[in-house]
């Protein structure tokens, strides 16, 4: 069983940073796409960040020029470093990978949109 667990959340006053991070864990065989996605009150949950199992990134418009992934492959760990935060930033933030597992008798399975719970981003003066 996987399981992807946000964390680095919280507060923060218009123009701060924080960084959130989610760790995989579970019977992941190889970890491919990973992703940020966040859902402000009464929006759609929304596309940030997608990066790739090499570290490739493409961006949200967003987010460009503020907002900067990466991960550690070792740790299977993905961060999300958010400077000059605004308000409208606000809101749940969901990491989401896309990985494969080692099934019975060693057979790999691709498993695809796997999501974490989320962690909580306000911007508020």
């Known amino acids: 069983q996987v399981q992807l667990v946000e964390s680095g959340g919280g507060l923060v006053q218009p123009g701060g940073s924080l960084r959130p991070s989610c760790a995989a864990s579970?019977?992941?065989?190889?970890?491919?796409?990973m992703g940020w996605y966040r859902q402000a009150p009464g929006k759609q949950r929304e596309w940030v960040v997608t990066?790739?199992?090499?570290?490739?990134?493409s961006y949200a418009d967003s987010g460009k020029g503020r907002f900067t992934a990466s991960r550690d492959n070792i740790r299977k760990t993905v961060y999300l470093q958010m400077n000059n935060q605004k308000s409208e930033d606000t809101g749940v933030y969901y990491c989401?990978?896309?990985?494969?597992?080692?099934?019975?008798?060693?057979?790999?399975?691709?498993?695809?949109?796997?999501w974490g719970q989320g962690t909580q981003d306000t911007v508020s003066s």
């Open positions: 989401k990978a896309d990985l494969t597992i080692l099934g019975p008798r060693g057979k790999i399975i691709a498993q695809k949109d796997n």
């Open positions: 579970g019977t992941i065989f190889n970890l491919n796409d």
């Open positions: 990066i790739s199992n090499k570290g490739v990134s």
